[in-house]
């Protein structure tokens, strides 16, 4: 997916650069602004504890925003159709709801400063090591496919070699992650979420103005079945049998695979602990559940535009019907960026572009962040240099953001050479969140569970999609999907999901149980429900109520794209 | 955080330049070449309108709600966790 092609080049004037160059420069104004209000590591780290839900809520969303969910949803999109939708409405909507209703009262409650945090105070030293390092070294994998995406958009703007666009690109976010830590992370957040936004809804609106509508769209697409209706969704998880696709779909990446990333990806929970109290906290993934209940509609959408509108999109999707091994000028990753060439003038252009720079800039500082963090607190002051004064981890969280950010555009060209982003990351994601799920479901519903099955739990679950990976890319096993498509993942996660259950359980079994004292606020049966109590707030700010309208949409938007 | 800079004055701040400058473009510079790519669908004077609506919102909001300086720590606020 080398984007040097002259045909995908933006047509972009001065008007353009200038809506993009204001956009950098309140970028890094937000990074001096934060600057003078860090003065400890949890200022740094954590923003101090203090943000609003409105504020925490969106950088949730965005976190989440980048290269991945901006070309792997549209080419999701433009590839498969509708079924896409089940990452929302299946995905990520449930598990952020779950979040913000049963496991942040732990989160936040407990006072952790992260999610390994959390697993070393349940089980102890070797979990939490087992969890530390693979997180941190999913998160600068993770930032070298938001960089190469973000140096991709500086190379075919400015022709600049892709190299020198990826150092220029991480030298950016590397300026404001040192200077104003999370809070600097977290303001960009919410502004990018408010651009991207700006970059996607008139792209949908022009879009769907030039094929006439909804009816357009719809009548100009070749495989009605598969790509109009959302069940049984058998083109994206490339399992042809409809039942055991809906299991997939249901189990592997409703279930497992979104609970997994969403309610224990410290990426996405430390924006709900640097929230001021337990109430805006609990509210941060209920908030940014409705923009992302809606988000399909300006993403998957103008996906499904790109394939019908763009004509070397609508020739590569021909070709690649007829033989899936052609190689074709065009990738499914450059729909948004086609659509974008093709329907926005000069000025939205300009907005667009800044839009995509945005997305990719908002993913890679959540990874930093939050990778800053997790090896500060939970490697370097746990296990390496302990008890030292609190301006030392402050000036070792900035030194290790550059370290993390010099180890990511190595990453970024690893990310270079894979087809399908969505399909890369689902599998990363598959080897760490899936077990990390299971043993935090298990660990806090069952004080029985022990220390030593927390981290055999973890490695044999990881262990077990690892073995799926492999066996469905050697092409050994053939019905967990075609190992193009995203069914492998999901059975993937599924395996380890069950696999770290069994094997906890058993080692839970022959092992001895940590006093009740020690659990306290860790496990659900030995925490006083008092402390979740909100006080004096109004009815619109229940968790309960605003967790219930997300769901009740949620149901709605699935039956509508039934 | 709140006290130093409020985000809702940064907010307004880039959407109100990026409304008038849309606003300006779909008025006064729209191109035959623009009209083919969008369908004739006027997208910078529409969009520069609901940015500067945008950019109103946010003022509003934050003129009539500014953020007031925390007497106390959070902790010490609601919700403490024993």
């Keep these: ?270 924006r709900a602990l640097s929230a001021r109290n337990m109430s805006a906290a609990r509210r941060t993934p209920l908030i940014g559940a409705y923009p992302k209940l809606l988000l399909p509609l300006v993403i998957v959408i103008p996906g499904m535009l790109a394939a019908v509108l763009s004509p070397e999109l609508m020739q590569a999707k021909q070709a690649l019907a007829a033989n899936p091994d052609a190689t074709t000028d065009v990738q499914f990753n450059d729909a948004i960026k086609l659509l974008i060439r093709d329907v926005l003038p000069n000025g939205m252009l300009g907005i667009a572009i800044t839009g995509l720079a945005a997305s990719f800039m908002a993913g890679m500082a959540a990874n930093v962040s939050a990778f800053n963090t997790v090896f500060t607190y939970d490697i370097w002051q746990t296990y390496i240099r302990k008890d030292k004064p609190d301006g030392y981890y402050l000036r070792f969280g900035r030194l290790i953001t550059v370290i993390g950010v010099v180890a990511a555009i190595g990453t970024a060209f690893i990310a270079a050479g894979y087809e399908n982003i969505m399909t890369y990351l689902q599998t990363l994601f598959s080897f760490f969140n899936a077990p990390l799920f299971a043993t935090f479901i298990l660990g806090l519903f069952w004080k029985r569970m022990t220390a030593a099955a927390g981290w055999s739990g973890l490695v044999a679950g990881t262990v077990s999609a690892l073995m799926v990976f492999i066996l469905a890319n050697s092409g050994a096993v053939s019905w967990f999907g075609d190992p193009k498509s995203q069914g492998p993942s999901f059975v993937g996660a599924g395996v380890a999901f069950v696999v770290d259950i069994v094997v906890s359980v058993l080692v839970s079994l022959a092992t001895r149980p940590k006093p009740d004292e020690e659990l306290k606020g860790l496990v659900w049966s030995l925490t006083p429900r008092n402390t979740w109590r909100e006080r004096g707030e109004g009815w619109y700010r229940r968790p309960g109520v605003l967790a219930g309208g997300a769901l009740v949409l949620t149901v709605a938007l699935n039956i509508i794209f039934w | 955080m709140g006290r130093l800079f409020d985000l809702r004055w940064i907010i307004a701040l880039l959407f109100g330049i990026y409304g008038v400058v849309l606003l300006v473009l779909g008025i006064g510079f729209e191109t035959d070449a623009d009209r083919v790519k969008t369908g004739g669908f006027n997208v910078n004077l529409w969009m520069g309108i609901v940015l500067l609506l945008l950019t109103a919102f946010f003022g509003v909001w934050a003129a009539l709600r500014p953020v007031v300086p925390e007497a106390v720590p959070p902790e010490e606020g609601d919700d403490e966790v024993k």
């Design chain 1, 1 to 270: 997916m080398l984007l040097a092609d002259a045909n995908l080049r933006l047509d972009a004037q001065a008007v353009d650069y200038v809506l993009l160059g204001v956009y950098f420069v309140i970028v890094l104004g937000i990074g001096f602004m934060a600057r003078r209000s860090v003065s400890s590591s949890l200022d740094f780290f954590l923003s101090g504890r203090s943000l609003p839900a409105w504020v925490t809520g969106l950088a949730f969303v965005s976190a989440n925003l980048g290269a991945v969910e901006v070309f792997g949803m549209t080419a999701n999109g433009a590839q498969f159709g509708i079924p896409t939708v089940h990452y929302y409405w299946i995905g990520a909507i449930p598990a952020m709801v779950f979040l913000g209703l049963v496991m942040m009262p732990f989160y936040y409650g407990s006072k952790v400063r992260s999610v390994p945090e959390f697993l070393r105070r349940r089980f102890g030293a070797a979990s939490h090591l087992v969890n530390g390092i693979s997180f941190a070294t999913a998160q600068v994998l993770i930032s070298g496919i938001n960089l190469f995406a973000l140096g991709s958009v500086v190379n075919v703007l400015l022709g600049w070699p892709l190299w020198v666009s990826i150092v220029v690109s991480a030298a950016i976010v590397l300026a404001y992650t040192t200077l104003g830590g999370l809070s600097a992370a977290i303001y960009n957040e919410v502004l990018q979420f408010f651009v991207i936004v700006a970059m996607l809804v008139p792209l949908t609106i022009v879009g769907l103005h030039r094929v006439g509508g909804w009816e357009g769209l719809t009548a100009k697409i070749a495989d009605k079945a598969n790509e109009l209706s959302s069940w049984p969704g058998t083109n994206l998880t490339g399992i042809g049998n409809a039942t055991l696709s809906v299991l997939g779909i249901v189990f592997g990446l409703g279930f497992v695979l979104s609970f997994g990333y969403w309610t224990t990806n410290f990426a996405e929970v430390q």
